[in-house]
Each structure stands twice: as C-alpha cells, then as structure tokens.
C-alpha cells in the first residue's frame, strides 16, 4: 500500500513530463535561410513579426508561420496561454504535424478554450491512439456529456503509471457511482483517494461504507495539513463526530485557523447543528465528481510547483463545472504566481455577487491592483466591500496597504473605523488590527498608543512570535524595558530560531544591555539568514565596533549602505557620518544631520 508521501512523490515525478511532450520546438518549422535562431534572436523576431502583426489593416504585413511560432513560443514562456494558443493555431493551418497538434491542444485548455481542447484532442488520437493528455480530455468530455457506457473504454488505455493513470480507479468508482455502486477494493489508502471515496460514497448513497473506508486508512501522520479542513467536514457530514473534532482542534492550533474552524469545533462539542458550516461540495451528476478529482490533482501539482500542469487540470475541472469556485481561485491564484495579473483578475471576477466566495475574490484583486501599482482602484473595491457587506476584514486591508505605502496617518485612520464599528471593544477575532495599528503607531513615533495596541493584541495572541519581536525591539531601540524586552524576544527566538530579524532583535537588546560579545553572536546569525538587509549589518557594524574590530565594522556599514534600500534614507545617512567619523552616539548623529539640513 503507498503511503501519501509516496503518491505525491510519484505525482510530482510524472507532472515533469506531463507537459515535456507537448513542447514545440524549432524542428517543426525552420527558416529557409536561417540556421536555428538563439533565445536572444527569437526574441527580437517575434517582437518584429508582433508589430507587424499589429498594424492598422491597411498596412498589413504578411505573418508568416515561423513568425507566428516565435510569437507563440515566447508567449507560452512568458506564460501568456490566451497569446500563444492564438498564434500556435495559426501555425496549425498550414502545418498538422503531430507534435504541433499536442502543443495546440495543450495550450487551447491552458487558455480556457474547451471546445477547442476537445477537438484538437480527438485529431491526437487519430495521430497518436492512446496519447496521455488527449485520452483525458476525451474521458473529461465523455463524463461532460454523460455518455457513461464508452467511458470504461476510454479510460482503460490510460496508462498505470502515468499521473492520469494514478486516477484511474477513481474515474472508474465515479462512472459506476450514478448506479449506486461503491467498490473500493482499487483504491489505496492515501488521503486523495480516502477524500474521494467519501464524496463517491455520499453520492451512491453508501455513506456508512465510505465512513468505515476513510476510518480504517485516514492517517493523520500521511495527510497535509491542508487537507484536514475538508476531510473534518466529511467526517462530521457522515457522522464522524469524534474524528472530526480531532481534526478541527488540530487546525485550531494552527496560525491560519478562523473563526470558521472554531466555530465548527464549537458546535460539535455542544452537540448542536453543523450542516451550514460544512463546506461540501455539491455533487449533482458524477461530472461534477469527476471536477474534484481534477482539481484535487490541480492542488497537488501546484503544492509541487507543476504550475502549468496545475493549470492544465484546473481548467479541466471547470470544463466539467464551470460554477466550481475553489477552482476558480486556484487558477487565480496560479496565474498571479506565474505573473499574469490580468488574466488572475479576470477569473476572479467570474465569481459572482451572492456568492459565498465573492468577497474573498475581490479582496484577492484588490491585492493585484496594489501590485500594478492601482492603489486608488484597490482601496475602491474595497472600501465597496465595506460598504455593501460590512466586511471589516476589507477595512483592515485597507489600512495595510496604507501602511505597506508607509502612509501611516491614513492606515491608523482605516484602523480607527474597525475599532470604532467594534465600539472600542477589540475581540480576538480582530486582534490583528491591535497589530497593526500599533506597527503604524511605531513608524510615527508615536510609541505610548503603539504600545497599548501591541500590549492589548498580546492578550489574545501571547505565543505570537512577530508580535512579541515588534514589541521586544521597540522597547530595545527606546532603550526601555529592556530585560522585559529580552525575555519578549528570546521567547520569539525559540519559537522561530532560523527567523533573521528575531535573531537581530536577540542581538541588539543585548548590545543595547552591553554585551557586546553575546550581541555579536547573534547579529552575525541574524547575517547569515538575512545577509542583505540593511538594518541588520549596520547593527553588526557597531557592535564590532564596540569591541574594537573597526575594520570589521566600517565593511558591515558599507554593506548596509550598498543594500539600503531608496526609502532608507535617515539610515543611509546615518551610515554616511560613521563611515566618516566612526561610531557615533545617536544624540550627535541627529546632532550632525540637524547642522547638515541646516547648511
């Protein structure tokens, strides 16, 4: 029996070539009187024939196949799936070679554009019977139509050790389930196939049978944690009640638990109703089934960074149920990874108002907009959240791009409106928001409501190790509360000893006590992790200075100097004057900037 570990080693292993077959390469088309350009080459033609391609129609040039290639072939490394299968079609109008075929049919699903998927695979395995990815496009587009008498047909010519093969067992149950059917005795136990049995079995009516199957292989030791969530929802549905309250307190623990989780473990143990907190998907027809198996093969691929794999099989999900909005959000989600924000931004606004999952979406986008630098646009949508959903969440998000903006003033202004819709009374729910706001109160200096908020946030959340730092570190560069703010950080450290800063903050209450030796221990580990930050070897610098390795010292400055980064600026200048005159107290270092400003 494979364990779960080794089913995903081997999905991994098999995801590398999953698409390496599909890859078109300079042999399909060649120039007539070129030899095979570089990258560097390929470049600038396809960027030629692009501009080309794109003049007024008037003035059209004519595209020609190997231009359209490059086109394609530099949009697809560029992860532009919409680009490439565009001009990779129209390269297939005057070359149908088999290969070229496959790389079309693959890069029509990555686009989104079914019908097309689905036809050039039918042409593959006229080409190629028996072709992986085209084979399973066929079986996706049987179960679509619910043709279910030549789907065992189809499936069998899948191979048993390929990552479609792996799921052959599953395809099979879920075929067989719309008569009521449920024979495990194919299926292993690692947690994908467990999760599947239980929705195959809810679904056939066998609840009992899929319960005692995921009781006897469901491993906790074998299963990611991110599994858990989902498999507690199963075991509570069917009736599980002890398992899932094992699992839910598991996640309780953990740092990205909600109020979800909580309240599922809550109601569990007062014995009360659990059905609208369950978050099961519906299963109307096995197609439906049939769309969890891709996308839980999506979700293990891109765990295992086989993005474009992960696509492959999101796309496939969708194909079979285009309302399946966790699978809307991983394609996001994957295509905001590989850069293609816009494209990221269109998928999530296909998740509709009135959806469960629409306010997670839009936040998801504003988060995009604030990477293409549309500030205004984000804190739009979500001030809208706000608005029409009372969604605190959406405020808080608010303030934390008007703090990563380092516009302090208006991030604790955004903050101050979700203590006040609180009536100033913070639950642990919004603990963060203390966090946060008292991280904005630092930046302005304004260090008693900073510490109020960071103190407060440390009631719901003593065993956060970020949060005992900030507040170790604060008082350390105060120069305050400074055995306090050791026992604080030393805390953080042996929760997170391989965490940079916290090893910085270790090392600079100490230089801040005058142990200097025991500073010097830790600012150079904190080096180690972090060699590039600029505030970290400034710190070395001046406590090797303190011992009297100056030479040491001066090389750490013009370290911190040359990775400072632009908004550093009191900092740079700080180093400026000690790389002049040496180590200098803070009071004349202030002292010689004020007499600078002032000349």
């Given at each position: 029996m494979k364990t779960a570990k080794k089913v995903i080693t081997i999905i991994g292993a098999c995801a590398v070539g999953l698409l390496g077959g599909y890859i078109l390469s300079e042999k399909f088309i060649t120039p007539a009187d070129t030899t095979s350009p570089n990258s560097a080459t390929q470049f600038t033609i396809a960027q030629n024939y692009a501009q080309q391609w794109n003049q007024s129609a008037g003035n059209f040039v004519r595209a020609t196949s190997y231009g359209n290639f490059l086109i394609g072939n530099f949009a697809q490394t560029e992860k532009d799936w919409d680009t490439a299968s565009d001009h990779i079609n129209l390269v297939l109008k005057k070359d149908k070679t088999d290969g070229l075929l496959k790389h079309a049919m693959v890069l029509a699903m990555g686009a989104?554009?079914?019908?097309?998927?689905?036809?050039?695979?039918?042409?593959?395995?006229?080409?190629?019977?028996?072709d992986l990815l085209a084979t399973l496009f066929k079986v996706a587009y049987l179960f679509k139509k619910e043709d279910y008498n030549n789907i065992p047909e189809v499936i069998q010519t899948l191979k048993e050790d390929s990552i479609a093969g792996f799921i052959v067992p599953v395809l099979h149950l879920?075929?067989?389930?719309?008569?009521?059917?449920?024979?495990?005795s194919q299926l292993s136990g690692n947690s994908f196939f467990v999760y599947q049995a239980m929705l195959i079995g809810d679904y056939a009516g066998k609840p009992d049978e899929a319960l005692n199957f995921a009781k006897q292989y469901f491993s906790l030791t074998e299963t990611d944690l991110r599994d858990f969530e989902k498999m507690a929802d199963y075991f509570a549905k069917l009736g599980h009640t002890t398992k899932a309250i094992d699992l839910y307190e598991l996640l309780a623990k953990e740092e990205f638990a909600n109020d979800t989780i909580r309240d599922k473990l809550a109601a569990l143990k007062n014995n009360t109703d659990i059905a609208d907190l369950l978050e099961t998907p519906v299963i109307k027809t096995p197609k439906d089934g049939v769309a969890q198996v891709f996308l839980g093969m999506a979700k293990i691929l891109t765990r295992e960074q086989s993005l474009d794999s992960g696509i492959i099989f999101s796309q496939l999900s969708l194909f079979l149920n285009p309302e399946l909005n966790n699978s809307k959000i991983l394609l996001a989600q994957i295509l905001s990874t590989q850069e293609q924000v816009d494209d990221s931004i269109a998928v999530y606004k296909t998740i509709p108002k009135g959806n469960s999952d629409h306010i997670l979406a839009q936040r998801n986008i504003a988060n995009l907009l604030v990477e293409k630098e549309k500030i205004e646009d984000a804190i739009e949508i979500l001030e809208g959240i706000y608005t029409e959903y009372n969604d605190l969440d959406a405020l808080i998000q608010v303030g934390d791009i008007h703090r990563y903006e380092e516009n302090y003033q208006n991030a604790v202004k955004a903050y101050n409106r979700v203590?006040?819709?609180?009536?100033?009374?913070?639950?642990?729910?919004?603990?963060h928001v203390l966090y946060a706001r008292g991280m904005a109160y630092e930046r302005l200096k304004k260090f008693e409501q900073s510490e109020d908020d960071l103190l407060q946030?440390?009631?719901?959340?003593?065993?956060?190790?970020?949060?005992?730092?900030?507040?170790?570190y604060s008082w350390a560069d105060q120069e305050k509360n400074l055995d306090q703010a050791m026992d604080m950080i030393l805390k953080a450290f042996t929760i997170k000893p391989d965490d940079g800063y916290i090893a910085d903050s270790v090392g600079w209450v100490h230089y801040?006590?005058?142990?200097?030796?025991?500073?010097?221990?830790y600012l150079e580990r904190a080096v180690e992790l972090l060699p590039y930050d600029a505030t970290i070897n400034d710190h070395l610098g001046d406590a090797y200075w303190q011992v009297g390795r100056k030479t040491e010292a001066k090389f750490q400055w013009e370290r911190a100097l040359n990775n400072a980064e632009e908004n550093e600026a009191e900092l740079k200048d700080k180093i400026d004057l000690k790389l002049v005159y040496g180590y200098l107290e803070e009071k004349e270092i202030t002292k010689r900037l004020n007499n600078q400003t002032k000349e």
């Open positions: 989104g554009d079914y019908p097309k998927a689905i036809a050039l695979s039918d042409q593959v395995l006229e080409e190629s019977p028996g879920w075929n067989n389930a719309r008569n009521g059917e449920f024979d495990t203590v006040s819709d609180l009536n100033n009374k913070v639950t642990k729910e919004y603990w946030a440390l009631e719901f959340q003593p065993e956060h190790p970020f949060l005992l730092n900030y507040l170790g801040r006590l005058k142990d200097y030796d025991e500073a010097i221990d």
